[in-house]
């Protein structure tokens, strides 16, 4: 009998039944799709030797006006910059507490530094300024030793603090020696979303005063960042707080941190609660999203208002006659989700509604028009500008998108996402606010990174292919993704929550938070980590394939497969089915390892239904696939 071919379409469909859907894909990993054909996606290799503490909310690749090339990394526990394939510590600092002291003892590490109710807590960061030490042999430290050095908390008590040293005290040590000011960083967030569950997080008398309330519905964020650009300005938001700038053009960029009280060209009046920062690139105004009414009140913060600078300038906000500054305010949600920069306009979302926000020069500087009811996007990092249109996850499920209108994207994978039903766990609506969209220009996809069901941590993504419509799922887990434009590939990172950063410039960093790895994708075809090479085993499976509709039995005596191109092996297994309700069982040949040079594969396997799953789980392996042919006999009725 002459060969069949199995013509498969691009994409998963997974809202059908493995027969139902018939001649499409059904599931798989680490593949993609590319002129309709499946194709395993490319590496990832690790960026730089450190790693950072905390888990990475935000990321942002921009140059300065001399051609440095800068990578922003917004964590959990700090704001931290790469530059030169190297990290640097520009986490802002908190107000400082003043006349501080130390205690050391010889040929230890650990520091005791004494502050009458500093109020500080087990796992902060702080550094010092203003530092004096005792001489004649009291300490072997220096100033330059503990001057803007970062030092994680190790334990407290009312009064006094320990951090320790990267080196051991080689002095008699230091007894309330010295002075200093302890300037602790900026607090972010934590790792996870969760509940509270202090007072106030119930009805008042709901319990026993100062007992911790069994339930709530009082929901903490997760730490997180906007960051974006002013020019080679970098402006940095803390979600809900205040917002800080790096001027990546200032001599030695490396050794100054983020601040909010720098003079000259960075912003010295900004709001001090914000949801989120966006500067409009265009013309050059920095929004401020979600926030106070009165400029530094932060108990007017108000998620629907709108606060943008005048023109060219980030310090000033009050609108006058003669400047461009002003605000706004929403009416249609709860709270501002996520603001993008799309082609000549800016794109606001908030929990319910869209809004299209243009420039227009005075005296209205901006027009604000509603573009969309019920497409709120579900979180803050959701959201991202690809192919000329803004896309987005829906606050309540499904994709959006905008090109001068709204539209829902149709999805075949819509309820595998967002959906927990049976052995499939959809997305966990409890941590929404992970989630992370990203856009890989080279090969036209988008994907949003989010967490399943019974996980607080993103371990799953979902993708778009916008060019050819086809939709993916992986296991691929990235909290952050940047595009390829400053760099020459896609920068993303990963996050351990029981790894120990080591990240130098910190002393004494413990795992508490876990660590962030930063990876370059879409290079070779392994995961590179620590100086160690493994394999990427990626995987796709097909719906059911049947002869006359499942009458007759199907007689797969050989196949012939066919590649676009094949780095190593794959393996292809034919799975057989009798009846749509019952598992498919692995032809028992099988599987059949194909290389480049595979003709055909001799094969028996009998049933109503045919599935091929092709895989590969070894280094150096990579492959795109073409057009199966089969030959399959009808054989009998039973």
């Given at each position: 009998?002459?060969?069949?071919?199995?013509?498969?379409?691009?994409?998963?469909?997974?809202?059908?039944?493995?027969?139902?859907?018939?001649?499409?894909?059904?599931?798989?990993?680490?593949?993609?799709?590319?002129?309709?054909?499946?194709?395993?996606?490319?590496?990832?290799?690790?960026?730089?030797?450190?790693?950072?503490?905390?888990?990475?909310?935000?990321?942002?690749?921009?140059?300065?006006?001399?051609?440095?090339?800068?990578?922003?990394?917004?964590?959990?526990?700090?704001?931290?910059?790469?530059?030169?394939?190297?990290?640097?510590?520009?986490?802002?600092?908190?107000?400082?507490?003043?006349?501080?002291?130390?205690?050391?003892?010889?040929?230890?590490?650990?520091?005791?530094?004494?502050?009458?109710?500093?109020?500080?807590?087990?796992?902060?960061?702080?550094?010092?300024?203003?530092?004096?030490?005792?001489?004649?042999?009291?300490?072997?430290?220096?100033?330059?030793?503990?001057?803007?050095?970062?030092?994680?908390?190790?334990?407290?008590?009312?009064?006094?603090?320990?951090?320790?040293?990267?080196?051991?005290?080689?002095?008699?040590?230091?007894?309330?020696?010295?002075?200093?000011?302890?300037?602790?960083?900026?607090?972010?967030?934590?790792?996870?979303?969760?509940?509270?569950?202090?007072?106030?997080?119930?009805?008042?008398?709901?319990?026993?005063?100062?007992?911790?309330?069994?339930?709530?519905?009082?929901?903490?964020?997760?730490?997180?960042?906007?960051?974006?650009?002013?020019?080679?300005?970098?402006?940095?938001?803390?979600?809900?707080?205040?917002?800080?700038?790096?001027?990546?053009?200032?001599?030695?960029?490396?050794?100054?941190?983020?601040?909010?009280?720098?003079?000259?060209?960075?912003?010295?009046?900004?709001?001090?609660?914000?949801?989120?920062?966006?500067?409009?690139?265009?013309?050059?105004?920095?929004?401020?999203?979600?926030?106070?009414?009165?400029?530094?009140?932060?108990?007017?913060?108000?998620?629907?208002?709108v606060r943008f600078s005048n023109q060219e300038d980030l310090n000033t906000y009050p609108p006058t006659a003669t400047n461009t500054a002003g605000t706004f305010?929403?009416?249609?949600?709860?709270?501002?989700?996520?603001?993008?920069?799309?082609?000549?306009?800016?794109?606001?979302?908030?929990?319910?509604?869209?809004?299209?926000?243009?420039?227009?020069?005075?005296?209205?500087?901006?027009?604000?028009?509603?573009?969309?009811?019920?497409?709120?996007?579900?979180?803050?990092?959701?959201?991202?500008?690809?192919?000329?249109?803004?896309?987005?996850?829906?606050?309540?499920g499904g994709f959006f998108m905008f090109d001068g209108t709204v539209k829902v994207l149709p999805c075949l994978v819509e309820d595998f996402v967002f959906n927990?039903?049976?052995?499939?766990?959809?997305?966990?609506?409890?941590?929404?606010?992970?989630?992370?969209?990203?856009?890989?220009?080279?090969?036209?996809?988008?994907?949003?990174?989010?967490?399943?069901?019974?996980?607080?941590?993103?371990?799953?993504?979902?993708?778009?292919?916008?060019?050819?419509?086809?939709?993916?799922?992986?296991?691929?887990?990235?909290?952050?993704?940047?595009?390829?434009y400053v760099f020459d590939k896609p920068y993303a990172t990963e996050y351990d929550t029981t790894a120990t950063p080591n990240f130098a410039p910190i002393s004494?960093?413990?795992?508490?938070?876990?660590?962030?790895?930063?990876?370059?994708?879409?290079?070779?075809?392994?995961?590179?980590?620590?100086?160690?090479?493994?394999?990427?085993?990626?995987?796709?499976?097909?719906?059911?394939?049947?002869?006359?509709?499942?009458?007759?039995?199907?007689?797969?005596?050989?196949?012939?497969?066919?590649?676009?191109?094949?780095?190593?092996?794959?393996?292809?297994?034919?799975?057989?089915?009798?009846?749509?309700?019952?598992?498919?069982?692995?032809?028992?040949?099988?599987?059949?390892?194909?290389?480049?040079?595979?003709?055909?594969?001799?094969?028996?396997?009998?049933?109503?239904?045919?599935?091929?799953?092709?895989?590969?789980?070894?280094?150096?392996?990579?492959?795109?696939?073409?057009?199966?042919?089969?030959?399959?006999?009808?054989?009998?009725?039973?």
């Amino acid at each position: 009998m002459a060969l069949k071919k199995l013509q498969v379409q691009p994409g998963f469909d997974k809202q059908n039944t493995a027969s139902g859907a018939e001649g499409k894909w059904i599931d798989g990993d680490f593949v993609r799709f590319r002129y309709g054909l499946p194709e395993k996606i490319g590496g990832w290799s690790q960026l730089a030797g450190e790693t950072l503490p905390g888990v990475a909310r935000a990321q942002l690749a921009f140059t300065n006006l001399t051609g440095d090339r800068y990578t922003a990394i917004g964590t959990s526990q700090g704001l931290f910059i790469s530059w030169g394939d190297k990290y640097y510590d520009i986490s802002p600092t908190a107000t400082a507490i003043t006349s501080a002291t130390f205690d050391s003892t010889t040929s230890s590490r650990d520091v005791t530094v004494n502050k009458t109710s500093h109020g500080l807590l087990v796992g902060r960061y702080v550094t010092f300024s203003s530092v004096s030490l005792p001489g004649a042999g009291a300490t072997g430290y220096t100033v330059a030793d503990f001057e803007d050095k970062g030092f994680e908390i190790l334990t407290k008590t009312t009064n006094t603090f320990t951090i320790t040293m990267p080196s051991d005290e080689s002095g008699t040590g230091m007894s309330a020696g010295g002075s200093a000011s302890i300037l602790p960083y900026e607090i972010v967030g934590p790792t996870i979303q969760t509940l509270g569950y202090g007072f106030g997080a119930s009805t008042w008398s709901a319990s026993t005063w100062g007992t911790a309330r069994t339930a709530s519905s009082v929901t903490l964020d997760p730490g997180n960042w906007s960051l974006d650009n002013f020019g080679e300005v970098l402006v940095a938001t803390i979600h809900n707080g205040k917002t800080f700038t790096w001027d990546g053009g200032a001599s030695g960029p490396t050794a100054n941190r983020a601040s909010s009280s720098t003079s000259g060209a960075l912003t010295t009046n900004n709001p001090t609660a914000s949801v989120l920062t966006l500067v409009s690139d265009r013309d050059r105004h920095l929004f401020h999203l979600g926030t106070e009414t009165i400029i530094g009140d932060t108990t007017t913060q108000d998620k629907m208002f709108v606060r943008f600078s005048n023109q060219e300038d980030l310090n000033t906000y009050p609108p006058t006659a003669t400047n461009t500054a002003g605000t706004f305010r929403l009416d249609t949600g709860n709270e501002i989700r996520a603001a993008i920069n799309a082609k000549d306009y800016s794109l606001i979302l908030t929990d319910s509604a869209a809004y299209l926000v243009q420039f227009v020069g005075p005296p209205f500087t901006f027009s604000v028009k509603q573009v969309g009811t019920s497409c709120g996007c579900i979180s803050q990092h959701a959201a991202v500008f690809a192919n000329g249109a803004v896309f987005w996850m829906g606050d309540a499920g499904g994709f959006f998108m905008f090109d001068g209108t709204v539209k829902v994207l149709p999805c075949l994978v819509e309820d595998f996402v967002f959906n927990t039903d049976g052995d499939n766990l959809g997305l966990n609506f409890g941590s929404t606010k992970t989630i992370y969209a990203g856009h890989n220009s080279l090969y036209n996809e988008v994907t949003w990174f989010y967490p399943k069901d019974g996980s607080d941590q993103i371990d799953r993504s979902v993708t778009i292919n916008y060019t050819e419509g086809a939709w993916t799922t992986s296991s691929l887990a990235r909290t952050t993704y940047q595009d390829a434009y400053v760099f020459d590939k896609p920068y993303a990172t990963e996050y351990d929550t029981t790894a120990t950063p080591n990240f130098a410039p910190i002393s004494g960093i413990t795992n508490t938070y876990g660590a962030t790895t930063n990876y370059s994708h879409e290079t070779g075809t392994d995961q590179i980590k620590g100086g160690a090479t493994t394999a990427i085993a990626a995987n796709i499976l097909s719906g059911d394939m049947d002869i006359d509709d499942g009458e007759v039995f199907s007689a797969v005596r050989r196949f012939v497969p066919d590649y676009k191109y094949i780095t190593g092996n794959s393996k292809v297994t034919l799975y057989i089915n009798n009846y749509p309700n019952t598992a498919a069982v692995a032809s028992s040949l099988g599987p059949f390892t194909v290389s480049g040079s595979t003709a055909k594969v001799d094969t028996r396997a009998r049933g109503r239904f045919i599935a091929v799953k092709i895989e590969n789980d070894a280094a150096g392996e990579t492959w795109r696939y073409g057009t199966l042919r089969v030959d399959a006999q009808p054989d009998g009725r039973r």
